[in-house]
């Protein structure tokens, strides 16, 4: 099957926030299309809702005043049900409650020919549910989007038990003609974003809950070093901690309690409190106009003079800080490859390693390394403005200071936080690579969908699995087995797909393939 012509009528329920950008989405394609909405209100007010964002596009000069005309004049308000008779899409965008769903679609398959695709864009709950009751539950699928609809380029197309996969790789071709970047994924919690995205809250939760950096640090750390548009506090005060909050425990209860998705205390005194993000102007920043902003505080200027690194072992994972160094005026450079073991940077008295989910002060003791000093992970070390640094307890003072001279020498600006597992942002890539993994291991969807997914759903810099590659995959299953041995929970259980893929010698890579 392929994708719906442009003479297909496609039908929308629900009118509300996603309902009023999907109907634009399919419009701007070139569809008729159909808004209902129960409350009658509800139509032409999402109808402005899309003239008001057109307008934006012609006053920007990105869309022409005729075209704007022409996409309004196929969006049509339907105050009917029965007028969606024709459509050969029709796409529920209702309010998320089981009952409510079954009960429409219900209504649906009365009205609507048996050729009619029935698509549904719940976000929680399983498609196999929703298709349960429907004498043709083989002709109902998710079709996701994400807020925005008409800006964010992701549509998971989800299948239920029943969903046949020729209306699966007709919503999967349609969504793509509609501009969209599609993924399959079998109806499990979450689907893929919604779970794989769990980790990048969960673990940053977590760091602040055990003093490992206050919340404005790992924010920046996230964006500036790890390249998110969005630190995961900016972001859980954006979405509102009610409804983050909301999706863990869902997605919590949907796994029978798997610790992996363990909701956050922290977070659960914000909803208590009733600190709900940017709209109670109060969640983990303070948004009243008088409010002061919180500031990260780099660590000072070292002044202190050095020309000669040493560097050993394998640099596969700061392969990039290594052509870094090399490139810097000033630096005399001895590196020795031959030694298989991580890389160790040696700076006057400091041995600087990429950190391995162990506390660098038990690294230090296991290994004796003496004077160690983690440092986390960049997305690009010649970019980042800034690296975290942590320092094993044994380490001396000066010791730091000699790993702070070097990336001060480098243009970085510095901070130094705990020396807690993992630190900040490879902690995040390797859960999130662990759980994509699970994921894929357990047949919801394949490698090249979780990156697809995660970069187009929630706009990450660099799928987690093309990033754990480069990174390099053995590098990540250190990290969480260290993250293991020291938290000593199931929640770092290292996904046996992972496992496997690091036994044989091979990444993720390997194993992409299509469905
Ligand atoms: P909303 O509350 O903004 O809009 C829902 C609309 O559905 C309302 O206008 C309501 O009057 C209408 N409605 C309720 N029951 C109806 C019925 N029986 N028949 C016809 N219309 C009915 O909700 P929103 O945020 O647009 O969410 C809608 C669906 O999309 C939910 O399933 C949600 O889980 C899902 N979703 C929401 C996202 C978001 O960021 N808001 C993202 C992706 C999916």
Request: hydrophobic letters at 40%.
């Amino acid at each position: 099957m392929t994708a719906l012509s442009h003479a297909s009528i496609i039908g929308v329920i629900g009118a509300g926030t996603m309902g009023a950008g999907i109907a634009q989405v399919a419009a701007h394609a070139g569809h008729d299309v159909w808004l209902y909405d129960v409350a009658p209100q509800a139509v032409e007010r999402g109808i402005n809702q899309v003239t008001q964002g057109l307008d934006k596009l012609v006053g920007r000069g990105t869309m022409s005043a005729t075209d704007k005309d022409d996409l309004l004049a196929r969006l049509k308000p339907a105050s009917e049900l029965s007028q969606l008779a024709d459509c050969a899409l029709v796409i529920e965008v209702i309010v998320e409650k089981l009952d409510v769903k079954q009960n429409l679609f219900a209504q649906l398959e009365d009205i609507c020919g048996p050729e009619t695709i029935l698509a549904t864009n719940t976000s929680s709950i399983s498609v196999t549910s929703i298709a349960s009751g429907l004498k043709h539950p083989n002709r109902l699928v998710g079709m996701h989007f994400f807020n925005p609809a008409p800006i964010m380029k992701l549509v998971e197309v989800v299948s239920g038990l029943a969903t046949t996969q020729d209306v699966a790789s007709c919503i999967y071709d349609t969504a793509t003609a509609w501009g969209k970047h599609a993924v399959y994924t079998n109806s499990t919690p979450g689907f893929i974003v919604n779970r794989v995205a769990r980790p990048f809250y969960a673990e940053g939760l977590r760091i602040y809950q055990e003093g490992g950096a206050d919340f404005v640090t790992i924010d920046t750390v996230m964006r500036e070093c790890g390249g998110f548009r969005m630190g995961p506090f900016e972001l859980m005060d954006l979405i509102g901690h009610d409804v983050n909050y909301a999706v863990t425990n869902s997605v919590f209860d949907a796994y029978y309690g798997d610790p992996r998705f363990l909701p956050s205390l922290v977070q659960k005194e914000l909803v208590n409190a009733g600190r709900l993000g940017r709209k109670t102007k109060a969640g983990f920043y303070d948004y009243h106009e008088e409010a002061e902003t919180q500031q990260i505080s780099d660590h000072g200027v070292v002044d202190r003079s050095i020309d000669r690194v040493k560097i050993s072992g394998n640099c596969t994972a700061v392969q990039g800080l290594v052509d870094l160094l090399e490139k810097t005026d000033g630096l005399h450079l001895d590196i020795d490859e031959d030694v298989n073991y991580p890389a160790q940077i040696q700076i006057g008295n400091a041995t600087m390693m990429l950190c391995d989910g162990r506390f660098a002060t038990v690294r230090s003791r296991d290994e004796g390394i003496e004077n160690l000093i983690h440092f986390d992970l960049a997305l690009n070390y010649s970019l980042t403005p800034r690296i975290v640094l942590a320092k094993s307890i044994q380490a001396s003072e000066d010791a730091l200071k000699d790993a702070i001279v070097l990336f001060q020498l480098l243009g970085k600006k510095v901070n130094v936080i705990e020396d807690i597992p993992g630190l900040i942002v490879m902690r995040t890539l390797a859960m999130l690579a662990n759980e994509g993994a699970d994921a894929v291991f357990q047949q919801v969807c394949t490698i090249e969908d979780v990156d697809i997914a995660m970069k187009g759903g929630v706009n990450y810099p660099l799928g987690p699995m093309q990033w754990s590659d480069q990174v390099g995959l053995a590098t990540i299953f250190d990290t969480l087995q260290g993250l293991g041995q020291s938290y000593g929970e199931d929640r770092y259980r290292i996904s046996p797909l992972i496992l496997k893929t690091v036994a044989a010698g091979q990444s993720f890579a390997c194993l992409s393939k299509k469905r």
